[in-house]
């Protein structure tokens, strides 16, 4: 019998070249997995059972699992296209949508005879904190299945053993939030590390694909398949990729970290703060300079970055028209009408919010008052990151300002709920990357401190995330599934 | 009070790549619906818009040509709208930082050369095209042309008469021809022209109310529609009442403007997915190397080089092609003046009868300078010679074939045509009188009796000379 939560990408891989599991035993025992627990956490909401174990049969035949990922299952987050395999964003607009394409990501996995197991739940186009607004269900945080497990679910489903990693996307944070909120490693690389081609826009100039593991070595491995330039995406870089796995060899000799103070305000819960004061204790004991800095224009950003992707959102949502494909009203008198009640039946209130906001922010008569002024803001915050770099490797600060809340908690109340990207949003802004890891509970929830890298030392941040999981035992904790 | 029209043009010209702005399908027109279409062109969830470099050109080369000022930081945004033709809900554009400005284009009225300023020049995406089923039951839609590429050409407000439009509007096309960056064919959409439109008083430095024309299939529309807001603009004006800012549709059957909307406001925001066009020196000279002879540099060397009138020169040099072909004639004959006659009258006439352009000519430059060359030694008529050239037109064959095949060698031997003309004589006694009695048209009659016996091959002058002679004689 495997023991799926003690599995890693790198001990299936080995074991995988041993010949002491195939992948279609692999595979089977994930989907085993996901029909015992996914009633609880809710976390798929499309699967590709039959496909994956026809997939994970040829491969065992093939024998062509050389490359690390081959024969090895995960998740993919339902905004990232999988040709052939239902794509809804967690929409109704795209509740029957079947991409004819795959995402870059995907076909650089499934290049690598990677095999998807199915698609994961989230908010609706990847708005939210919570997946309380996607159009199907609620997923649950395995660890308790009263609290949210983030804004995507795929951490959701890497945390319960659903799928060894996954594939997540993250535009103010919610790959780094799902991860924080369900004690697994997430990490969002530089904004042009990864292609973006097939991630169905949020907000074009913040979004970003990166991997959610159980650990960061594993995290490393999945963003050596997926990183690099891409023809299809103008907005990919051609900044050299280095080896990640081969990056954690070696240790961040000499790094001085740097703790942004602005990260540490009221809203963030004491325990959470505490855990990341120990992690920067741990990491001044193993000889690493720590030292309290600032980022004066930090108190902005979740407003600024609000303001983008409500204005950016509202025209990628624009894609959504029930002319080509998606949902369509039954009944409508004229063209408007069609607009009017495909849009208004099939989108969400937190999208319809968005695209209210988002147009009214970048109307003419308001442009220079409010989306501009988000625009300079953003400007102030890269210059806050590029000077704090100067002086320092690295920061860190909490992932999110409190653990898991309940499912409800902020019914109602989405501005308050907003507070929760609070930490991660900045780090889009400049388009920087950054990791979260565990780094202690509350009330036996998880808790995630974020490391922030300068743009496209992904190689940096791994190596210190490494270094800190080395010397800790958070990701080792075992889940303790509690009845809602 | 008397009233000055002023209007500003804004013209949409397609671009000639071979593929779309922003993805691999091709620009082709005329296969079965949406048969050039890629998740890019119909905005499918997660792609991205991929640059076109060949439009940078295309359309960089236009405002050097344009004489515009060309950005060396340009960025594209987006228009956000509905409509079925528009696959992504937004238009990809250049609205705030656009590709070019500040150009002009030359036109020349009545002897006076102005110039009609270009305030702004930007690329754009094509949308696609509607099919409204007649009874009104459905619409199809075909995004073939989504993401065409565009340059959309902005005039100041310089125009004062639908006359100077239609300048404008044909100087602007043979440019652009010239550059052969459009093939600009109005009547099938790869060039478009909305108007702007306003009145003031004489005098006044203030503009007018504005009034938009759209629907416009032809230069002569444009021309006819501003002639008609001129005058719909005056009377409300002279009445007291005031323009309304609104959109108007050119009605071409009743040659009337018909209102179509209010104002509109658009909404634009970033176009975050594509990097600014960064159009540096190297690469602006490079492409200005590109631009060739201009038609107003060419129409002035023509004058200058081949002592052609002005007018000639003109027409001539109004079509790059044509200017090439009569090029190319003056380098085997003689009198460049002689050859615009023939270009101007003869083969622009066939071309404007068949409708075929001049790039299918079957025949060669030279072949048409052979046929000059025989006029001159006598070999045909300049009569038959219309006719060989219609058979060269028709068939492309070489001159000296086409005049050996049907026999048409002009006859010149004296006695021949002296025994003609005296059968003529004796057969029109009444013109033989006439001319006797100094009516002069008379000669031309037995001349040309001579011609129809002779099935237009008998040398005329010889002709003639051997009437005067056989007429003074008696």
């Keep these: 019998m495997l023991e799926l939560d003690k599995l890693s990408i790198h001990i299936a891989h080995e074991m995988l070249i041993k010949k002491e599991v195939s992948s279609e035993e692999l595979t089977k025992a994930f989907l085993e997995r996901i029909e015992d627990v996914d009633e609880k956490t809710k976390a798929y909401v499309t699967l590709n059972g039959d496909k994956a174990l026809e997939e994970s049969r040829e491969i065992d035949k093939s024998g062509d699992i050389k490359e690390y990922l081959a024969g090895i299952p995960l998740a993919v987050k339902d905004n990232i296209c999988t040709k052939d395999l239902r794509t809804t964003c967690s929409s109704k607009m795209l509740e029957n949508f079947v991409p004819p394409y795959d995402a870059t990501v995907i076909a650089k996995l499934k290049d690598k005879n990677a095999i998807v197991l199915g698609k994961t739940n989230m908010d609706e186009f990847a708005l939210g904190s919570s997946t309380e607004n996607s159009y199907f269900f609620t997923s649950k945080n395995p660890w308790n299945l009263e609290r949210v497990p983030g804004s995507s679910a795929s951490a959701a489903a890497v945390a319960a053993s659903e799928a060894l990693y996954a594939l997540d996307s993250d535009t103010g944070g919610a790959l780094r939030q799902s991860a924080s909120f369900c004690g697994v490693v997430g990490l969002k690389p530089t904004y042009g590390r990864v292609s973006r081609f097939g991630l169905a826009a949020t907000a074009s100039s913040m979004d970003t694909v990166g991997p959610i593991a159980k650990n960061v070595k594993d995290c490393a491995i999945v963003l050596n398949a997926i990183s690099g330039i891409d023809s299809f995406d103008p907005t990919s870089s051609d900044a050299v990729v280095p080896d990640f796995l081969k990056s954690l060899e070696s240790k961040p000799e000499g790094a001085k970290i740097g703790i942004p103070k602005e990260f540490f305000g009221d809203e963030v819960a004491e325990d959470v703060k505490s855990a990341v004061i120990n992690a920067a204790k741990t990491f001044e004991n193993l000889g690493y300079v720590c030292e309290e800095i600032s980022l004066p224009h930090a108190e902005y950003a979740l407003w600024a970055y609000l303001a983008i992707v409500a204005a950016e959102a509202s025209s990628e949502l624009g894609i959504y028209d029930g002319i080509r494909y998606g949902y369509r009203a039954q009944n409508y008198e004229d063209l408007k009408d069609l607009y009017k009640k495909s849009r208004g039946e099939a989108f969400g209130l937190e999208a319809k919010w968005h695209i209210i906001l988002g147009t009214y922010l970048s109307d003419d008569k308001y442009y220079d008052k409010y989306y501009l002024k988000a625009q300079k803001i953003r400007t102030l915050i890269k210059q806050d990151f590029v000077a704090a770099f100067e002086k320092y490797d690295f920061l860190i600060t909490p992932t999110t300002p409190t653990t898991a809340f309940k499912i409800g908690e902020y019914a109602g109340d989405s501005m308050s709920m907003y507070a929760n990207v609070m930490c991660t949003a900045p780090v889009n802004l400049a388009g920087l990357p950054a990791i979260s890891v565990p780094c202690g509970f509350a009330q036996d929830m998880p808790i995630g401190l974020q490391i922030i890298g300068k743009a496209f030392d992904e190689a940096g941040i791994l190596q210190l995330a490494y270094t800190f999981e080395e010397n800790t035992d958070y990701h080792r904790k075992q889940i303790v599934w509690k009845e809602a | ?474």
């Design chain 2, 1 to 474: 009070m008397s009233y000055e029209t002023v209007v500003g043009l804004e013209v949409h010209v397609e671009l000639s790549t071979k593929t779309k702005i922003f993805c691999g399908c091709s620009t082709e027109f005329g296969k079965e619906p949406n048969s050039h279409c890629c998740p890019i062109c119909l905005g499918m969830p997660g792609t991205l818009p991929l640059m076109n470099k060949s439009v940078v050109e295309y359309a960089t080369k236009a405002g050097l040509a344009l004489n515009c000022e060309i950005a060396e930081f340009s960025r594209f945004d987006r228009k956000n709208y509905f409509y079925p033709d528009l696959p992504k809900g937004y238009q990809i554009s250049q609205y705030y930082i656009p590709l070019a400005r500040n150009g002009y284009v030359e036109i020349e009225s009545n002897g006076e050369k102005k110039k009609i300023g270009i305030r702004i020049m930007h690329m754009e995406e094509d949308a696609g095209k509607l099919i409204h089923e007649e009874d009104g039951s459905h619409s199809l839609v075909d995004l073939d042309r989504a993401g065409v590429p565009l340059i959309e050409i902005v005039s100041e407000p310089d125009i004062r008469s639908g006359e100077e439009a239609w300048l404008y509007l044909n100087n602007l096309k043979t440019i652009l021809q010239y550059i052969e960056v459009s093939d600009c064919k109005i009547e099938e959409g790869s060039m478009r022209c909305d108007i702007n439109i306003s009145l003031r008083p004489e005098g006044s430095d203030e503009f007018g109310t504005k009034v938009e024309v759209k629907n416009l299939g032809s230069f002569r529309a444009v021309r006819r529609a501003i002639e008609y807001e001129e005058r719909r603009q005056r009377e409300i004006l002279e009445s007291g009442g005031k323009v309304l800012q609104e959109t108007r549709r050119w009605d071409e059957a009743r040659g009337i403007t018909i209102h179509m909307r209010g104002k509109v406001e658009n909404r634009y925001s970033l176009e975050p997915n594509l990097a600014p066009v960064i159009m540096n020196k190297e690469w602006k000279e490079e492409i200005f190397r590109q631009i060739p002879e201009l038609p107003d540099a060419k129409k002035a060397r023509f004058i200058e080089e081949y002592g052609l009138p002005e007018y000639d020169a003109s027409v001539i040099t109004a079509s790059k092609i044509l200017a090439n072909f009569y090029e190319e004639c003056v380098k085997y004959y003689h009198d460049p003046k002689t050859v615009s006659n023939w270009v101007m009258v003869e083969l622009m006439g066939i071309l404007n009868e068949t409708g075929q352009g001049i790039e299918d000519l079957k025949f060669t430059p030279k072949q048409l300078c052979d046929m000059l060359a025989m006029i001159d030694k006598g070999t045909i008529s300049g009569k038959i010679a219309k006719d060989v050239f219609r058979e060269m037109f028709d068939t492309g064959k070489s001159p000296e074939a086409i005049v050996k095949e049907k026999g048409l060698i002009q006859i010149s031997d004296e006695s021949q045509l002296e025994s003609i003309a005296k059968q003529v004589i004796e057969n029109n006694p009444k013109s033989v009188e006439d001319f006797k009695n100094g009516k002069k048209k008379a000669l031309g009659f037995l001349v040309g009796q001579v011609m129809k016996e002779t099935k237009g091959k008998a040398n005329p002058q010889m002709v003639n000379e051997i009437f005067i002679r056989l007429l003074n004689d008696e």
